[in-house]
C-alpha cells in the first residue's frame, strides 16, 4: 500500500514539474514565460487565464527535492544545447551542502531533471498573443 501511494506521489510530482516547466519556459522569439505573459494579460486587461488560478503544486512530501533540483540546475552546464545533471554534479553538490540523498531522491531529482529537459528542448507551437490556449494540463 505504501508503495502505491509514493508512487502516486512522485507521478503527481512529475505532472506538476512539467506543468511548471512549460509555463515558465521562455517564448519563443520573447523575453518572458507564458507565466509572465498571462500576468502581463490580466494586469492589462483583467483576464484571467485558468493556469492563474490553478498553478502546479509540487506535493509537500517532495518539496526538498524539488529545491535541491533548482539549486542544481543553476550550475547546470551546457554547450550546444541542455545538458542532463550529472551524478558528477550531484555528489559535489552533496558533498558541499552536506545533503545525504536517498535512492528515491536521486530518482525524483532525475525525474525532474528528464521533464526540465524535455520541456525545454521541445518547441511549442507559437503562442497567440491573447494566449488563447493558456492550458498547460499534461
Known amino acids: ?19 511548471y516547466f512549460k509555463l515558465h519556459k521562455p517564448i519563443k522569439d520573447r523575453e518572458q514565460s507564458k507565466w509572465d505573459a498571462l500576468e502581463q494579460i490580466y494586469q492589462q486587461t483583467g483576464i484571467r487565464k485558468p493556469d492563474l488560478d490553478n498553478p502546479p503544486v509540487i ?3 517532495v ?50 531533471d528528464t521533464a526540465f529537459l524535455d520541456v525545454m528542448q521541445k518547441d511549442e507551437p507559437e503562442v497567440k498573443e491573447g494566449l488563447d490556449n493558456a492550458e498547460t494540463d499534461v
Open 1 to 19: 500500500r505504501r508503495a502505491k501511494f509514493f508512487q502516486g506521489v512522485i507521478a503527481e510530482a512529475e505532472r506538476q514539474a512539467r506543468r
Open 63 to 112: 518539496t526538498h527535492v524539488w529545491a535541491w533540483f533548482f539549486e542544481l540546475n543553476r550550475s547546470r552546464q551546457s554547450g550546444m544545447g541542455l545538458s542532463p545533471l550529472s551524478r558528477g554534479e550531484i555528489d559535489a553538490y552533496c558533498r558541499l551542502t552536506g545533503q545525504r540523498m536517498q535512492r528515491w531522491e536521486l530518482n525524483l531529482l532525475a525525474i525532474f
Open 59 to 61: 506535493p509537500p512530501a
